[in-house]
């Protein structure tokens, strides 16, 4: 499963266009501070949170009320009903809000996981809501969001308001003295005296602290929407428990197809080499039979053939047992097994191995192979004059990396064998990266559990 590193290295990963930076952003003149009045994710923002007071006023009254109602009837029978009703209404108001934060905050928040009912029927539904920690979850978030939607309503409001008012007071103060009757704003007044922002310079210092206002005020309503986003994550989203269900669900599948290939590899390999030799060496070792005793010398001959054919089929066998599990790296550790790998390695390898102890087999095994894998990248597809593997262990976790000097441009999202490696790495909660910009070097780091014996 060699991958090639120039591989998914095309358009779009080379040499940024002109106006866009190398992360594919573009790049502004004007610095963020100034742009944040006019950005659409300010509006954004300031829109969910203006949306926030009238959803989360009339969720919190409904979870309230129906809640405390299926609560007090709970010494009748009508009571469980109408308290699954409750939770399952507020199921049904964080799906909106989940939705709302996907829309406005661009969150991106899984949905929970659904009702798992064991038995059919109005009971087995109600039994499932009522033991669902989502049905719980959100009528919490009804009860939370409704003060925090409060206070950053008013907050939001009233900077923006007072922001974008001070900044354009110069553009409508002939208001006051033409409709209202005084001479400009009034900053304070009192029985003996008014003070009033009408002349030049305190018309200038008025829209200069609305400027501060209207640029502060961006960064403020983003602050008040991360709570928000914590809370619709935290409360409205999957739990970590569910969420670690699904990853472990995946995992498994990965495992199920990486053995289900591993055999059909080993099938295609025995059928295709030290079978079809050990067919052939029984088709000469027949004929030699038949001619020994008409010509004995043709007979030797195809004798000597077929040991040749013993020794290949022999070597095919060792390489097929060395591919599925290396008696080296079961005798010695890895530290003799990775080096055995690099001494076969079209380049010149150093191995370094800086392990106190050996970690599980199952671990060892993934290290061994992950390096190999590597390394046969590097001698096909990397054109590199050198390379190195160090191994060491941090706290709990065991460290591979290997460094190229080849052409790189190596990429995991390229769907090629470095994804597949990278899947068998996450199915035993394992991590690679990869970093390789085009000419190189290449460095890629893996990151295993270290579990001991």
């Given at each position: 499963?060699?991958?090639?590193?120039?591989?998914?290295?095309?358009?779009?990963?080379?040499?940024?266009?002109?106006?866009?930076?190398e992360h594919g952003e573009r790049r502004h003149r004007v610095p963020a501070v100034l742009r944040a009045p006019f950005a659409a994710r300010s509006w954004r923002e300031f829109g969910y949170v203006l949306l926030g007071l009238p959803i989360s006023i009339m969720l919190f009254v409904y979870a309230v009320t129906m809640v405390s109602l299926g609560a007090g009837l709970l010494v009748t029978f009508l009571g469980v009903p109408v308290l699954a009703a409750a939770l399952a209404g507020c199921r049904g108001f964080g799906a909106l809000e989940r939705t709302r934060a996907r829309a406005?905050?661009?969150l991106d928040v899984g949905d929970p996981e659904p009702l798992r009912t064991r038995q059919g029927g109005f009971m087995g539904w109600i039994g499932a809501v009522l033991k669902s920690g989502t049905s719980w979850r959100s009528a919490l978030y009804a009860v939370l969001h409704f003060p925090w939607a409060v206070f950053s309503f008013t907050v939001a409001l009233s900077l923006w308001t007072y922001g974008w008012a001070l900044l354009t007071y110069p553009l409508w103060f002939w208001v006051f003295p033409v409709w209202a009757g005084q001479d400009g704003l009034q900053l304070f007044g009192d029985e003996t005296h008014s003070i009033y922002l009408d002349n030049p310079f305190e018309i200038t210092?008025?829209?200069?602290?609305g400027l501060v206002f209207t640029l502060a005020t961006p960064w403020i309503v983003r602050a008040l929407t991360t709570v928000d986003r914590v809370m619709v994550h935290g409360l409205l989203g999957p739990s970590?428990?569910?969420?670690?269900?699904?990853?472990?669900?995946?995992?498994?599948?990965t495992v199920v197809d990486t053995a289900a290939a591993d055999?059909?590899?080993?099938e295609r390999d025995l059928h295709d080499g030290a079978q079809a030799r050990l067919v052939a060496l029984a088709m000469d070792l027949g004929l030699a039979k038949e001619k020994l005793a008409e010509d004995p010398e043709a007979a030797a001959r195809m004798v000597d053939e077929a040991h040749g054919e013993?020794?290949?089929a022999l070597q095919e066998l060792r390489d097929l047992a060395r591919g599925i599990h290396p008696a080296v790296l079961t005798d010695r550790g890895l530290d003799a097994a990775l080096s055995a790998v690099a001494s076969r390695c079209a380049v010149p390898v150093e191995v370094q191995v800086d392990l106190e102890e050996r970690p599980v087999p199952a671990i060892e095994g993934i290290a061994y192979f992950t390096v190999s894998e590597l390394l046969q990248n590097i001698s096909k597809h990397a054109?590199?004059?050198?390379?190195?593997?160090?191994?060491?262990?941090?706290?709990n976790r065991l460290m591979l990396q290997v460094v190229d000097d080849g052409a790189g441009g190596a990429d995991v999202a390229a769907g090629s064998g470095l994804a597949g490696l990278a899947e068998r790495l996450d199915a035993v909660d394992g991590i690679l990266?990869?970093?390789?910009?085009?000419?190189?070097?290449?460095?890629?780091?893996?990151?295993l559990p270290w579990r001991t014996v």
């Open positions: 499963m060699a991958t090639e590193y120039g591989q998914g290295y095309g358009h779009g990963l080379g040499y940024p266009e002109r106006g866009l930076s406005l905050l661009h210092v008025t829209a200069l602290v970590r428990l569910a969420t670690r269900v699904v990853e472990l669900e995946s995992d498994r599948g055999l059909r590899r080993i013993v020794k290949t054109r590199a004059t050198w390379a190195s593997v160090d191994v060491w262990c941090v706290e990266v990869v970093d390789s910009p085009k000419g190189g070097p290449t460095r890629v780091t893996a990151e």
